[in-house]
Nanobody, 126 residues
Framework: QVQVVESGGGFAQPGGSLRLSCAAS????????IGWFRQAPGKEREGVAC????????WYEASVKGRFTISREEGENAVTLQMNSLEPEDTGVYYC???????????????????WGQGTQVTVSS
């Protein structure tokens, strides 16, 4: 009965912003790790931003560091990815993925997990 649902994707111009949300049901995120993975045509799936809810450990892929922020939505079983200063290279399908506890770095480097959302398209173009 576990479900992971992403929302907030869409179109943005370079330099613009988007905010993605990931809501989970059937589990309590406090005991898990969560990540945003990106899939672009011709590229390997990569972990963009990951967070371990229990200890607050977080990790960002180098190209998004300083531009993206992953955070827990206060009072909600959900996580937000705030994306600022968007670049065309940020284009892709973004998946929210939940896993049993692992460090944030391992979550993103492995780019895998137990429960997957269906993905939301992000397109950055002029």
């Amino acid at each position: 009965q576990v479900q992971v649902v992403e929302s907030g994707g869409g179109f943005a111009q370079p330099g613009g912003s988007l905010r993605l949300s990931c809501a989970a049901s059937g589990l309590t995120l406090d005991y898990y790790s969560i990540g945003w993975f990106r899939q672009a045509p011709g590229k390997e799936r990569e972990g963009v931003a990951c967070l371990s809810l229990g200890d607050g450990d977080m990790w960002y892929e180098a190209s998004v560091k300083g531009r993206f922020t992953i955070s827990r939505e206060e009072g909600e079983n959900a996580v937000t990815l705030q994306m600022n200063s968007l670049e065309p290279e940020d284009t892709g399908v973004y998946y929210c993925v939940v896993s049993s506890y692992v460090t944030a770095q391992a979550m993103c480097v492995q780019a895998n997990g137990d429960y997957w959302g269906q993905g939301t398209q992000v397109t950055v173009s002029s």
